[in-house]
Each structure stands twice: as C-alpha cells, then as structure tokens.
C-alpha cells in the first residue's frame, strides 16, 4: 500500500553501502522506520531530503506481509539550517527529538504532537537569540496538551484570582495552584510562583513556540519556571534527564 507522508526526519543511519533507514515521525503514522534503498546516493529521488530536522513530504510504500516501510521518494519542505550551524541550538533541537521520542507511543495524539514538535524547531531555528529555556518550554507544552493542563489563573480551593493575590504555589501532585492563604492546607510537593513565572507559565500554555523563543525572563521568574516545570513535566509524563538521554522513572 502506498500513501503519502509529511515526515521530521528525526535519525539516518546507513545499512549497506548506498542504503539507509530513516527514523520519522508523521502526524498519521506517529514514529516510525523505514527503509531507502539507494538513499545515500540518489539524488533524484531523495535530494536534500535525508538529514535530521528536516520537514519531507514522502511517497512511502508499506508491505503488510513483511511488516517494512520503504521510502520511494522524497520532497523537501524545510531544513532548519540554523539548527546544524549553531552548536547551541542543535544542542536544543536533539533534546526535543529525544523527548519526543520517549514520550511519543504512537499514533494517538500524534498529529498534535507533530504540529508543536514542527512549530517548535522553526521557532528555535529563526529566532535572533532563542531562549535556552526552550527545549524546557516544549516539554511542559506537551504535557499541557496531553492532559495535564493546570489553571494558571485562579486558586482551586478558594478560586481567588492569583494575580490579585501576588504569588501562588503548584501543587505538583495535582496539578492545581493554589494562593498564599490555601497552601498551607495542601499536601504534598508544593513549589512557589510569582507573578513573573505565572505569566510566563501562561504563555508557554496558551502562545506559539514563536512566542517562548523570544520570551526575556527575571533571573527569578527563570529559576521558578525551571524548577516548577521540569518537576511537573517528570511527574506526570515520568520522564527524566539522565546521562543525555530522557528515561521513564
């Protein structure tokens, strides 16, 4: 059967001496792998097209009895030079793959996921200065769309309005905020938000990864941020950071 996928190219390796299999990720068919016979060499069929981050659109034919995937052709959509260029934003470019890659499991979600992992590269790769908490950005954003989507605004005992109230304290294990005169009557991990953090948490929920990448950050609000989402990402997607790559705990 044949169909035709827009892709990220997310690693290439090599088989034999002109072949490569290519690790992808569709809005339709989640992360997957797939065969190039003649990849490496071609340059009529897959010009351009087999490096990671790059955006192709392939003709993929798929073999029921063999369970392979073979590419027959692609077209170029993006690159995202600046991401190969720069050591620091390719640095942030493989930390995003490796996130996806874990946190992915298949083609449920996919087309979202897909969307903001796309969104997020461009924004990364155009961006005069990215924000270096980006790839941090990402994470949260994913487990904000998966589900775990907190109400930034109000407290959820009283529903005081936690602008008014001037700081507020997540309650990680619930995923809910509470305002300064309710968390003492919270139990478990609490971590404490300003009004600085509270608004950047605001804009990585609800703005494009455009927006996170120019985002100017208090030396306070970054550390709250940091802290608060890297604890809510681990905790409820149960993936961490370890040794360069990202392990479920």
Excluded at 63 to 69: D, N, S
Excluded at 123 to 129: E, G, I, W
Excluded at 168 to 190: K, N
Excluded at 201 to 212: E, Y
């Amino acid at each position: 059967m044949e169909s035709t996928e827009k892709t990220l190219v997310l690693k290439v390796g090599r088989f034999r001496e002109v072949d490569a299999w290519v690790k992808l990720f569709s809005a339709r068919k989640g992360v997957f792998t797939a065969f190039a016979f003649g990849g490496s060499v071609s340059r009529r069929r897959f010009l351009g097209c087999l490096d990671p981050f790059n955006v192709v659109t392939f003709k993929v034919k798929s073999q029921g009895a063999t369970g392979y995937t073979y590419l027959l052709e692609g077209t170029l959509v993006a690159s995202h030079p600046s991401l190969r260029s720069d050591p620091e934003r390719l640095g942030m470019a493989v930390n995003c793959l490796k996130f996806l890659e874990a946190a992915h499991l298949g083609p449920s979600g996919a087309e979202a996921a897909y969307d903001l992992l796309v969104a997020t590269l461009g924004a990364l790769d155009a961006a005069q200065t990215p924000n270096r908490m980006l790839p941090l950005f990402y994470r949260a954003r994913t487990a904000f769309d998966q589900g775990f989507r907190p109400d930034l605004d109000r407290c959820s005992r009283c529903g005081a309005d936690l602008d008014a109230a001037g700081h507020a304290s997540l309650l990680v294990e619930q995923g809910h905020l509470f305002c300064p005169d309710c968390a003492p009557y919270a139990r478990g991990h609490q971590v404490g938000l300003g009004l600085d953090a509270l608004a950047v948490c605001r804009v990585v929920r609800d703005a494009r990864p455009t927006d996170w990448a120019e985002l100017s950050l208090s030396p306070r609000a970054r550390l709250e941020c940091g802290r608060a989402l890297d604890i809510f990402v681990e905790y409820h997607l149960g993936l961490t950071w370890d040794h360069g790559s990202f392990r479920r705990i």
